[in-house]
């Protein structure tokens, strides 16, 4: 029966961008990645409206009238708590996808959107502020898991020549997340003291959307044939997604793989970081990922409003400059995704974090001398606009799509479970420490940021190779010299050999010759 439903599909490897895989990209995107962003950017709004709800059911409840840094503390914990739960997130990926698969640990993970959206939406009506940072706790968990699941699932079932494109569709959706939060929080929609708890709780309607169409598309067509063997339904998926393409080439694409595999068991992370045959790729994964964060984008997107506000803008249009960043995130995305396929993977990292190092720096002069040059305001609008702009047409989305493309099917869960860690503790990182640089350092704090760009910059350039449309054994090949592996060493190891089965078979694990 596998060899009938092969022979169906005897044409050259598909290059065709097929209506099943743009809608499951845009659908897993849409009640994933784009939560993520959406949740980053809603409580800025609102800020004043919970921390005054927070102060009202302190006396109602305790009779006791709190200081004003205790409110501080507490909404400051409501914003970082998000963080938290990513980080306790990106700690199961690992175990979920291998237990679940990719798509069944989306779906079944859409049940915490349901739960943080209902604390958050009736927190109000309950009268109970835990209620808000439990819900942003657990939002955060959500976004912990789809963060690393969804890049992870796209890329195993793109075409090599798509994965780039298919792989960024996450980061538009995260900054289109963004936009859409702050779109509602102008004063005009949902920016008023009553509607709070409704714009954090929106977050249940994508998820919604999500869990009813979802489960229609199949499982990544990766780890039906390499984590269970399952051939006829791997044949099945690439069926569904590859219409138009050569199964029988994709198949045989990942047998390759498997038959690499010192074991079709998924690696933990102590494995992972044990394993000298990926050394450099993990190596790789923690400086796009902490480099990604300590950029400093965090910092610019949490002062924009001052930063606006001492570039002489009146008060009442800031929230409107502010969306007018959100649409410029979108199109930044957007022109990236577009691009990805044609000028490669590392044109846009270093293009990005190079463009953000000069924009950095142009703040701190910017600042120093605004007082005497009043252009200089403009500047450092400018040079706002700039880091947005730099970060999201490359290194918001291309670490998450590196990630899958530098390591082979047993790696890749727990390379997604390192990545996501170190994203989000340097996320809460930055979140945390960048106040205090501010007040010990003022301006010249951005060249912090700016010498960790330049230094993203030149790793890429010395050490990342170029990915695009290669196959996962290619990369891994290409990585097999600086990890000082011979290439036998790479592609068989003495202990799995592979029953065939019409050409495409199960594992069968042997003895050394």
Not at 8 to 35: D, E
Not at 141 to 150: F, M, Y
Request: net charge neutral; hydrophobic share 45%; with cysteine.
């Amino acid at each position: 029966m596998a060899e009938e439903l092969l022979l169906q599909n005897n044409a050259n490897l598909s290059t065709h961008l097929t209506k099943s895989l743009l809608a499951v990209a845009f659908l897993a995107s849409f009640g994933s990645s784009m939560l993520y962003g959406y949740n980053l950017a809603v409580v800025n709004s609102p800020a004043q409206y919970i921390k005054d709800f927070y102060n009202e059911t302190l006396v109602e409840t305790y009779d006791w009238s709190p200081e004003e840094n205790i409110i501080t503390i507490l909404y400051s914990l409501t914003v970082s708590i998000f963080a938290i739960g990513g980080m306790t997130g990106a700690l199961l990926v690992g175990k979920l996808v291998t237990k679940y698969g990719r798509k069944g640990t989306l779906v079944r993970s859409a049940v915490l959107v349901f739960i943080g959206g209902a604390l958050m939406g009736f927190s109000r009506w309950c009268r109970n502020p835990a209620m808000v940072i439990v819900g942003r706790f657990i939002t955060g968990v959500h976004s912990g898991i789809s963060l690393s699941v969804v890049p992870m699932y796209l890329g195993e079932i793109a075409p090599k020549n798509l994965r780039g494109f298919l792989g960024l569709v996450p980061s538009i959706h995260i900054c289109l997340g963004v936009f859409i939060a702050q779109v509602l929080g102008l004063s005009e929609l949902l920016g008023k003291e009553e509607h709070w708890p409704l714009l954090l709780s929106l977050v249940v309607f994508p998820t919604f959307v999500q869990l009813m169409l979802l489960p229609w598309f199949p499982e990544s067509p990766r780890y039906l044939l390499i984590e269970k063997g399952n051939v006829h339904a791997t044949i099945a998926a690439l069926k569904w997604f590859h219409n138009k393409g050569d199964i029988q080439a994709e198949v045989e694409e990942m047998q390759e793989e498997q038959r690499s595999l010192s074991s079709i068991e998924t690696l933990s992370v102590r494995g992972l970081l044990m394993d000298r045959c990926v050394r450099w790729q993990v190596i790789t994964i923690v400086v796009l990922n902490v480099g990604m964060q300590l950029s400093g984008i965090d910092a610019i997107w949490f002062y924009t409003n001052d930063i606006f506000n001492n570039a002489g803008i009146p008060e009442p249009r800031i929230q409107y400059t502010t969306v007018g960043t959100g649409a410029i995130e979108v199109i930044s995305g957007m022109l990236g995704c577009f691009t990805i396929e044609r000028v490669g993977r590392r044109p846009l990292i270093i293009g990005g974090f190079l463009f953000m190092a000069l924009c950095c720096a142009g703040i701190t002069v910017s600042v120093l001398f605004q007082a005497h040059l009043a252009f200089m305001r403009y500047v450092s609008v400018g040079c706002v606009v700039g880091i947005i702009a730099g970060f999201c047409i490359g290194p918001a989305g291309v670490p998450f799509l590196i990630t899958a493309e530098l390591f082979k099917q047993s790696h890749r869960p727990a390379a997604y479970t390192v990545a996501g860690c170190l994203n989000w503790l340097s996320n809460f990182t930055i979140g945390f420490l960048f106040p205090f640089l501010e007040i010990s350092m003022g301006p010249y704090c951005y060249l912090i940021f700016c010498a960790i760009c330049l230094g993203v910059s030149v790793y890429t350039i010395f050490i990342i190779p170029e990915t695009r449309s290669k196959t996962f054994m290619e990369i891994s090949q290409m990585f097999a010299a600086r990890n000082n592996i011979l290439e036998e060493e790479l592609t068989s190891n003495g202990h799995l050999k592979l029953n065939m089965m019409n050409g495409y078979g199960t594992a069968g694990h042997h003895g050394e010759k």
